[in-house]
């Protein structure tokens, strides 16, 4: 069974989620403080990706509601692709347009 980890990426914090896959729904798993650059995010999340056994990254990528990509999606975007360098693993990205209304 492949296990998730979704990542909510933050200017100040990263929120972390994990799941089975097939699962309906995710289980929080931790929140970090932003580091002062992207390898040190990256560097602490590859400690928690091998701590959990995942096997696969999924990143929300903000994109704005007409579907183009600002500043936060382009961010994230580059951010993704530092953890599938670091870690190795596949990072996929995820649309996390109405994610929030879709959650209330």
Do not use: C, F, Y
């Not at 069974?1 to 929120?15: A, C, E, S």
């Not at 650059?37 to 990256?42: K, Q, W």
């Amino acid at each position: 069974m492949t296990r998730l980890l979704g990542i909510d990426l933050g200017t100040r914090r990263v929120g972390l989620a994990v799941a089975e896959e097939g699962d309906l729904g995710a289980r929080p798993l931790a929140t970090l403080a932003r580091r002062r650059s992207v390898a040190a995010d990256v560097e602490a999340l590859a400690r928690i990706v091998a701590a959990n056994r995942i096997d696969e990254v999924v990143v929300g990528l903000p994109l704005d509601m007409s579907g183009t990509e600002g500043a936060k999606a382009i961010e994230a975007r580059e951010w993704a692709r530092a953890v599938a360098q670091q870690t190795g693993l596949p990072v996929r990205l995820r649309d996390e347009r109405l994610s929030s209304h879709v959650a209330e």
